[in-house]
């Protein structure tokens, strides 16, 4: 429900929003200026003073008015013309013309009513309502996703719009609360729909006289011009007029001809809240707090932007599922945890059968996972993929931090299906550590625990076939993966390595296909990928693609990949019989946590083997010249030095600032790992000076690199785990 609150207002009124939002930005900067722009009244300075200065240059004086700003303007006639300038309080004389900025005027009636009146004020009103609601559902799904408020501010995964969604997002989303709720208060204030107990004024009745000048007046001499907010004069010849004195405390109505103060009023609760509403929406009186709400409006067009990409993308890697029920009606929910989508595909099959066999089902993110809403639930059940080395994945954060804040399990009974590669030491840890969480908590077992091998579709439909046991129905769960969206990719060259020692190895590069300005925008297929992504290639003969880490970015004009030959690999095999003007499809899957980052920060880039490729492609993209360590190992210079011109060049241009290699198949055998060591100093320096470390290559070469960085950095009071919970210690391990 957040999820629909947050979506459906942020796409129907983007444009309504982006208007609103732009325009008190901009507007902001106004407020400022005219605050910088202004002569400040000293402190000593009386308004019974100030009203000398002034009338000695303009005898006709009928009001002057101080802005919170502190800019002072006087009204006067002269023989029956009217005239106003901006005041320096220092001489009394103007400085300026009264006459607002036409450009700021427009942009003042375009921001409050869209020079519709009072149907735009409400129009805007409504902006404004649901810029609240977007900020509030906003902030929500930012805690939720991100694992709870004490994670506000820990690092994002995901693609690069979605990432830069949530960094805008939980920055901005205070002071977008903050200009919605004054702006509804002033519109209310607008419309007469606040209450107002100030009534009509009272005072004594006049002496009748008149001619008493202002500075003999007691109020006027008392009250500092720096407290003043309207002094209105009485007209002319009128004696039974009064001079009326608007401070910052309230209103004075003072008799002309005696200077005795007839009556007072204290500013109201309700008329001080609305000042300071209108100070804090405007800026007036609060130039810095202006500009900085007038920054965060500026999020609201690159929100709105980030969103309706998030919005297609999800659209588009998520699949459809359709008679998703709502959580308070549904006799089975379906929580999914899924990195790349892939786990969604399998929700979206579990749901269609359990529907066929007359379940009620909802489906939904772990994240969402909230058991107060599943009113009618008879039982839960979870499918969790494990990203990169047993993490949690996207759709799952703060699952147990949520789950663990229940003093016990629901009532209703869990299944666990675990989804991943049992290649890989932390195969399904994520899917184990939420059975240990929910067997700490007592919470029954509808089945026992079960995994799912390499999106395995004979594995799912035996876990179906006991789930359709314990539930008492019959359920056959088909499954046939999506076979991404791909493209034709030619090879224009390659380069072979690895024979002499027994692992043919070759960068393959291939060239870009065309692509659109819409693919571009949205970064659908190949518009937009940079090193550290994923290639997947789809073999001939198999719907199941394969992955390898992109050595190139968009920029590079190319698509290149490092390929070594597995015994009995289908795709690699078939890779390393590609010859230029081959074509193989392929398509592009982005992989956030492993990319190089824009900072100038220094990296210290660790692989072996095949695991060059991305780290050569971080340092052919490195422009800016930032410091880098690369430690590179290999079996063997003459026969898989990767990269080895490549490398020479890049150190000349300043691109690579020095090389570390490790030789395995030497007389003396050398891992990357023994490099490190043989260079604690350098690397413990380094990483004390903020380095990244970026880890690619194999398992067991990640396992001996993490237990070298333990030791060298032991003496500094650091770790790799600590490092990884900065965002400066990450891995692609395969």
């Not at 300038?85 to 427009?106: H, Q």
């Not at 079996?635 to 690579?656: E, I, M, N, T, V």
């Not at 198949?665 to 990483?687: C, F, K, N, S, T």
């Not at 290559?697 to 960085?709: C, K, N, S």
Request: charged share 15%.
């Amino acid at each position: 429900m957040t999820r629909l609150l947050h979506r459906w207002p942020g796409l129907l009124v983007l444009a309504l929003l982006a208007v609103l939002a732009l325009s008190g930005a901009a507007l902001s900067v106004f407020a400022a200026a005219e605050r910088l722009s202004a002569p400040q009244a000293a402190v000593d300075l009386s308004v019974a003073d100030l009203v000398a200065r002034i009338q000695s240059a303009y005898p006709g004086v009928e009001q002057i008015r101080r802005a919170p700003s502190g800019q002072i303007t006087a009204y006067w006639f002269v023989d029956g013309t009217p005239g106003a300038a901006i005041i320096d309080p220092a001489t009394g004389r103007g400085v300026a013309s009264a006459d607002p900025d036409p450009f700021e005027r427009w942009l003042t009636n375009l921001h409050r009513s869209l020079f519709l009146g009072d149907g735009g004020r409400i129009a805007m009103a409504v902006a404004a309502a649901l810029m609240l609601v977007l900020a509030g559902s906003g902030a929500v799904l930012v805690a939720r996703r991100m694992g709870g408020l004490r994670h506000w501010f820990a690092p994002v995964r995901g693609s690069t719009h979605a990432r830069l969604h949530v960094e805008i997002a939980r920055i901005a989303v205070i002071g977008l609360m903050f200009s919605s709720l004054t702006a509804l208060w002033m519109t209310a204030s607008t419309f007469d729909l606040l209450p107002d107990d100030n009534g009509a004024p009272t005072y004594a009745e006049p002496s009748g006289q008149s001619g008493m000048a202002p500075a003999a007046i007691a109020l006027l001499t008392q009250t500092p011009a720096t407290a003043l907010r309207a002094l209105s004069f009485p007209y002319p010849g009128d004696a039974s007029d009064i001079f009326t004195l608007k401070t910052d405390r309230g209103t004075g109505y003072i008799d002309q001809g005696t200077g005795a103060l007839l009556g007072w009023a204290d500013l109201t609760g309700w008329a001080r809240a609305s000042q300071t509403m209108q100070m804090l929406h405007t800026g007036q009186g609060a130039a810095t707090l202006g500009l900085v709400l007038g920054l965060m409006a500026l999020a609201v067009p690159l929100l709105g932007v980030t969103g309706v990409l998030i919005w297609v993308t999800g659209r588009r890697g998520r699949p459809k599922i359709r008679g998703n029920r709502p959580a308070g009606q549904a006799q089975t929910i379906l929580l999914i945890g899924s990195e790349g989508g892939s786990t969604w595909g399998f929700a979206a099959t579990l749901h269609r059968a359990l529907t066929r066999a007359g379940q009620s089902v909802h489906a939904a993110p772990m994240s969402a996972f909230d058991p107060k809403r599943y009113t009618r639930a008879e039982r839960i059940i979870v499918l969790a993929a494990t990203y990169g080395n047993g993490d949690t994945p996207a759709s799952a954060r703060g699952f147990l931090d949520r789950f663990a804040r229940f003093a016990s399990a629901p009532a209703m009974p869990l299944a666990v299906l675990g989804f991943g590669d049992r290649s890989f030491p932390a195969y399904c840890s994520f899917a184990k550590m939420v059975c240990a969480a929910a067997e700490a908590k007592g919470w029954q077992q509808l089945l026992p625990f079960d995994t799912v091998d390499r999106q395995s579709p004979q594995d799912f439909a035996r876990w179906g076939h006991a789930l359709g046991a314990a539930l008492g129905i019959g359920l056959e769960l088909t499954h046939q993966p999506v076979v991404p969206q791909s493209r034709s990719l030619t090879l224009i060259s390659r380069r072979d390595y690895g024979a002499e020692v027994q692992a043919p190895t070759a960068i393959l590069r291939f060239a870009l296909p065309q692509v659109s300005l819409w693919h571009r925008l949205t970064g659908r297929g190949f518009g937009r990928y940079q090193a550290g992504d994923l290639l997947g290639i789809l073999p001939q003969g198999s719907s199941l693609a394969r992955f390898y880490s992109l050595a190139s970015g968009q920029g590079d004009g190319f698509i290149e990949i490092v390929v070594r030959k597995l015994p009995g690999g289908l795709c690699s095999g078939q890779l390393m019989a590609l010859e230029p003007g081959d074509r193989v499809a392929a398509f592009v899957r982005a992989n956030p946590t492993f990319h190089a980052g824009p900072g100038r920060q220094p990296l210290i880039l660790i692989g072996a083997g095949t695991g060059v490729g991305p780290l050569a492609g971080f340092i052919r993209a490195n422009a800016r010249k930032r410091p880098v360590l690369l430690f590179f190992g290999m079996r063997h210079p003459q026969s898989d030095f990767l990269y080895a011109r490549d490398f020479r060049g890049w150190q000349a241009g300043g691109r690579l600032s020095r090389l570390v290699t490790a030789i395995s198949r030497g007389a003396r055998p050398h891992y990357v790992q023994d490099a490190l060591r043989a260079e604690r100093a350098e690397v413990a320096a380094l990483i004390c000076n903020g380095a990244r470390v970026m880890v690619c290559g194999g398992r067991q070469m990640a396992a001996g690199v993490a237990e070298a960085l333990t030791d060298i950095l032991a003496p500094v009071g650091l770790t790799p785990i600590m490092l990884k919970a900065e965002g400066r210690y990450v891995e692609d391990v395969y």
